[in-house]
């Protein structure tokens, strides 16, 4: 097993050394259709993965393999999923891949076997939302439950409130209609809960309580915002937390409660942002759209996360991951942008956000060393085709370079559409879609300057069939795995979030009235808490 | 007036040259009780803007006045809501000013008085609205209007989506319910409209089409899209068009047809970004809250507007506009996050996302020369709290710098709150506030590296009593002036978006047919076109 603790920073690696010496590739000198059809590798679950238009060409492509060698990309994902300790700050292992199906052998702590612990968790979610569909499980006053309400923040909330949005659409074609409808609540604004609660019915709606600590300040408060405003309604028989389901870790004070419908457990292996497919995801998405489309979702990203052991050519998340370290640290572009063409991941790329930006925000090594080199980018996005009428002015002709990363799909989920001059609405959106490529690679010349566009902005393209759960199980692992291979390549930690720490301890000390410093607490007088 | 072709290159003015002669001010060293009691300006609309813990001290800030005089800021924001032709690109006046307000004196063209007629529009929104509400206007088969469905994009879509999700909690508790649902399709994706339109009631429903140009192949597409959803139900004396008013310029397709219930204006002086305080705007928002609370938004806006022509050292928007200059010049930070303390905020980010990149990624200055140094930053940005469970790694921890801009309320919207552990939701929420502030500045020491924060991460605070209509308006406007000052300072023109045209020629090439580049081409192919 690779040890951590013994990795070479990126600036160490001679093959670095050879890829700075590279000149910038320009895309539009290099895009060719056989460029397309060649630089184009399966990604799993039925999605594709074309670099066409990025900026590396074979001789670097060639040079990235070998930096990836060098790091070891290949020896530190097997030891990840064969139970190292990837997590060395936390000296914790790294195990959301077992989630989806094993690779390699099977994971034991303390004698326990980790993979039969998540399958028997994952069973008992499909098993509990079986029973609540059927009318088995029902409220305290005897109703069945119609709506399930997730209150949990940052991986608890931005993951599974992705997916849901992501698949309202196919479980709408598959089933006429979701199973239950599924909301959110997560900031401790308390204009959040009340919104989500305004006009909720307290006999049929399911609360779905998450976090891994149980002791996150947010969602602690809003629980007992959910059965205070359930407790208003006065309605003879109803016992809040039987409506009520906690996902937590078998430690935690959740965990211990018997007032709870039930709960469903997780483990430290598995970090928040990295838990869509642990049922910090699956019982929201179980009860919304049935056990057998969260399967799906999984077995989409299982088949991603074995494309990830392949060989570098033939690895779409390792060539996604070079390409993106080419980009930070040869060509020195600070920000990438994610563009879905599919409305339904409207909100994938504020997962992909914390996803990257939590993982890889770091500037520090493995072995506690600050690193000379920039490190995890700003991530933002918006689906196209809105963001071409938004901030796709920038990326055409601002004076920065914003490395893309465009998904798309060659059908639409609902199957509902309508042809307006001669072409349907899906082949609008992936006309729109394949322009886009074209015109940031190619640019156009023009004796206005104020109408020329200077071209050679590289993207990349993710692509499939349909956005079903396989291919969005696929794309939410293929990006969990090229953020891994990043932080490998850079010699960090994408597996912990100290910086998250010292918010929270200002913050209680505001609020329990313990010392702050004077500047500070003139912030507090001007917000109106002193 | 000034003439915006004779404008100096940042670069030229002699004040920049003195500024980037400072030196990095680090926010902690100078971060105290009294600096955050005087670096804190009214921004009308009742809101405050505190640059307490931005990167500039007092000798920078004269410095950064005397760049603004230099560049004839308030000389040009004069000359444009006079009338100026401050758009130099498409010839045109940018008076969206005037929609909310009069500054200065009344503008005509060609002896028509725009003021008389933006104003007469806005009251024939208002009185269609009161229509509707009292049921005088009704569907094509009698019944009620419940439900107002807008139609756009880009501009059309992000302002009045941000603005009317900010506006719910607020109409909430004014009325008891907002007086009409509101909903919104934007994207050419067949999904969007399907998922919007899945269970909708078509004699119920009234949809606002807003196309300025008459002629956006997004919305065009989707008002078919939508007239055959209401055909499909098959209601005797349904008349579909009689469903929709249309938001246009008078001179558009749209504006000629007899077929809708109705026709609003706006004209070529009201930029897409800057239309949320026009009918662009204003007839979603008044039929779903009422045209009293829009008349409040226009005049919260106008006091922000009006704030604007105060001198440099009393003026938010000036300030805050020179702070970004320096940030994005001096310091050569290229990326902005906005970070709104309430959840009613939650997709204000992305209006500011099209409004600054749309407005200020632009490479070519007003006399079309390129310029030679960096213009708009990438703007993002999602509500805290949950942002400190996400992306706030790697802007506390992170190798790069981001500026971050603070927004806070003292009071929530709804009024509905709990007392957890002796504090309220709203209270704990300005604890997280205000520690971040801190904890950005101040950062923290520790043996282990990876637990120490570096600090010195510069940010600025809006904030107010509550997000009010009136509030909502000032904070939009306050955004909107900021960026047009910025765009002042670059010498680049704010107001048009030539960027946005290439993607569009070649979208229609490849839906006609028409010759295109071979590996646009084989895309068409990836993506199941051809």
Not at 142 to 150: A, E, N, Y
Not at 229 to 240: D, N, T
Request: glycine share 10%.
């Amino acid at each position: 097993m690779t040890d951590p603790r013994t990795g070479k920073n990126l600036t160490e690696c001679d093959s670095f050394t050879k890829l700075s010496s590279h000149a910038l590739v320009q895309p539009s000198r290099e895009l060719t259709a056989e460029r397309v059809n060649s630089c184009d590798v399966d990604a799993g679950g039925g999605l594709r993965f074309n670099y066409a238009a990025s900026c590396v060409n074979d001789a670097m492509l060639a040079d990235l393999e070998a930096l990836c060698d060098e790091q070891k990309l290949h020896d530190q994902y097997q030891t990840l999923y064969e139970g190292g300790i990837m997590n060395v700050g936390e000296d914790r292992l790294v195990l959301h891949h077992l989630l989806r199906g094993r690779l390699g052998s099977s994971v034991s702590v303390d004698g326990t076997d980790i993979g039969a612990f998540y399958r028997e968790q994952t069973e008992r979610v499909a098993a509990f939302a079986r029973a609540v569909h059927a009318g088995e499980i029902v409220g305290s006053t005897g109703k069945q439950f119609r709506t399930v309400v997730q209150i949990g923040i940052g991986g608890s909330d931005l993951g599974p409130r992705a997916l849901a949005i992501a698949l309202q659409g196919y479980a709408h074609t598959r089933h006429g209609h979701p199973r239950m409808q599924a909301d959110f609540i997560s900031n401790v604004d308390p204009d959040d809960a009340a919104r989500v609660l305004a006009n909720f019915d307290p006999e049929t709606t399911l609360f779905v309580l998450v976090s891994k600590s149980g002791t996150t300040q947010e969602t602690l408060t809003n629980e007992l915002f959910a059965i205070e405003l359930m407790e208003r309604y006065e309605i003879s028989g109803l016992a809040p937390r039987k409506h009520m389901v906690a996902v937590t870790s078998r430690t935690s004070p959740l965990a211990k409660s018997s007032e709870y419908l039930d709960a469903f457990f997780i483990d430290d292996y598995i970090g928040g942002r990295y838990s869509g497919t642990s049922p910090v995801g699956g019982v929201v998405l179980s009860l919304a759209f049935g056990p057998e489309i969260f399967e799906e979702l999984l077995s989409g990203a299982h088949e991603a996360d074995s494309s990830a052991t392949r060989p570098f050519v033939e690895n779409a998340a390792m060539i996604d991951a070079a390409i993106g370290v080419y980009n930070r640290n040869v060509l020195g572009l600070p920000t990438t942008a994610v563009l879905p063409y599919s409305n339904a991941l409207t909100r994938f790329p504020a997962h992909l956000q914390q996803l990257d930006m939590e993982s890889n925000g770091k500037r520090v090594n493995r072995r506690g060393e600050a690193v000379s080199y920039p490190t995890g980018p700003v991530v933002f996005g918006e689906p196209g085709t809105n963001g071409q009428h938004s901030f796709y002015q920038l990326l055409h002709q601002g004076t920065d370079i914003i490395p893309l990363q465009f998904i798309g799909f060659r059908e639409s989920q609902r199957g509902d559409d309508i042809s307006v001059d001669g072409s349907t609405s899906q082949t609008k959106l992936n006309a729109n879609l394949a322009a886009q490529i074209g015109a940031f690679a190619f640019g156009q010349d023009h004796e206005n300057r104020n109408r020329a566009f200077p071209g050679n902005r590289p993207s990349t393209l993710i692509y499939g069939k349909q956005l079903t759960p396989r291919a969005l199980g696929a794309l939410l692992a293929h990006f969990e795995n090229k953020v891994m291979f990043q932080g490998f390549l850079w010699n960090i930690n994408s597996f912990d979030q100290e910086g998250v720490q010292l918010g929270k301890v200002l913050t209680k000390n505001i609020l329990s009235g313990g010392e702050v410093n004077p500047a500070m607490e003139a912030y507090t007088k001007l917000l109106g808490l002193r």
